[in-house]
């Protein structure tokens, strides 16, 4: 058996193929299905220590957030022990959450974010 011949018995066993009108192989190829990268939720964690104005200042510095938008998430946070601050892909979530962590630590804060997969 020729080297060719192995080739497009292969071909046909491992993928749909038409006959073309001289003989040959026409090898369709699937389309890949895509779907959306899984997400994840950057959730801000209440302390007893950080001031409030230093929580509100991280999300206006790192989630892009109005003043006032950043007071309710803070205020949500303080009253419910944490809070989402944003909803991003995995690797952004993450990167996020520790830019915030050592960000606070560097201003000897305990202020806290964790990630998490947003479930549907």
């Known amino acids: 058996m020729s080297f060719t011949t192995q080739i497009r018995l ?15 192989v026409a090898v369709a190829t699937a389309k890949p299905k895509l779907q959306q990268p899984p997400m994840y939720k950057v959730l801000l964690l209440n302390d007893d220590y950080t001031p409030m104005d230093f929580v509100v ?16 998430i803070m205020l949500t946070v303080h ?6 601050c944003g909803v991003y892909t ?6 996020r959450a520790e830019q915030v962590n050592r960000y606070s630590r560097e201003h000897q804060h305990p202020l806290m974010c964790k990630t998490q997969k947003v479930t549907d």
Request: proline share 0%.
């Open 90 to 95: 995995r690797d952004v979530a993450e990167t």
């Open 10 to 24: 292969s071909l046909e066993k491992d993928h749909q193929t038409e006959q073309d009108d001289d003989g040959s």
């Open 57 to 72: 200042e991280i999300l206006e510095q790192f989630f892009r957030m109005s003043r006032e938008r950043a007071t309710q």
């Open 79 to 84: 009253t419910q022990g944490s809070a989402v």
